[in-house]
């Protein structure tokens, strides 16, 4: 049995998220029946985290195993061509067999996008707002998240994580024109609905609702219900997956 990992974007906006669900479409399901379609037998997909319903991925990893030979880039091109086109594979390889897609992971960087003038070329993918946004202060906030590891403060209600503890590499925005900036997080794992809970708590700072200090006690008070909202999923992606020794 030989392992191995795929490389694969998709435009969420159609599907219930990366997981299968029994009420919807979702993209391991599209993306593990086409594998077990070209390889000829049934072949579970083990993705390296889920997204939510919406929610992009520039770059996503999965693994697969398999005895069956084949060639990675002759499997690749049929995916592509028998796959939907808001999914899109990049790249087969193998890896050792004890490389797991979601343990072996490293971090993983999501941006979460918005602007600040309707722009009909945009609103599929990053969240208008209107509001006077101090960047500089929802900057201070964010650099901020670096100096803890309990985001229970950002972690979904009910939702059945074992520990809510999150090593944060980075957390900043970025201004991407005069009208539009993205905010970007990288950690070694994420809480469910961490970043737009995350993102929405700095648009509170932003606004002028909380201040630094303010952002700060919700992270240490580790409520959810103290927290901002969760922003909408259209314009979040998962940006990319790192491991130690691949590229």
């Known amino acids: 049995m030989k392992r191995y990992f795929i490389w694969f974007s998709y435009d969420g906006t159609r599907y219930h998220g990366w997981q299968i669900q029994p009420n919807g479409n979702s993209v391991q399901a599209e993306l593990q029946r086409g594998i077990s379609l070209l390889l000829r037998q049934p072949t579970d997909v083990t993705g390296a985290g889920r997204t939510d319903a919406g929610v992009h991925a520039r770059q996503m990893v999965a693994h697969f195993d398999t005895e069956q030979p084949f060639d990675t880039g002759q499997l690749a091109y049929k995916l592509n061509r028998l796959l939907p086109c808001d999914i899109s594979v990049s790249c087969i390889r193998e890896v050792p067999a004890d490389m797991h897609a979601r343990f072996s992971a490293t971090s993983r960087a999501y941006h979460y996008y918005i602007h600040t003038k309707k722009n009909p070329f ?108 969760s922003m909408p999923a259209h314009a979040l992606f998962l940006e990319s997956v790192e491991y130690q020794g691949l590229i």
């Open 122 to 229: 945009s609103r599929a993918y990053s969240w208008e707002t209107h509001y006077q946004l101090d960047f500089e202060q929802m900057n201070l906030a964010a650099s901020r998240l670096l100096e803890y590891d309990d985001f229970g403060a950002f972690c979904k209600a009910g939702a059945d994580v074992k520990t809510t503890l999150c090593h944060v590499y980075e957390a900043r925005w970025i201004q991407d024109a005069d009208d539009a900036w993205h905010f970007r997080i990288v950690a070694n794992r994420f809480l469910r609905n961490m970043v737009r809970a995350v993102v929405g708590t700095l648009i509170e700072v932003g606004r002028g609702r909380l201040s630094v200090e303010d952002f700060c006690k919700v992270v240490e008070g580790r409520n959810r219900s103290n927290a901002g909202e």
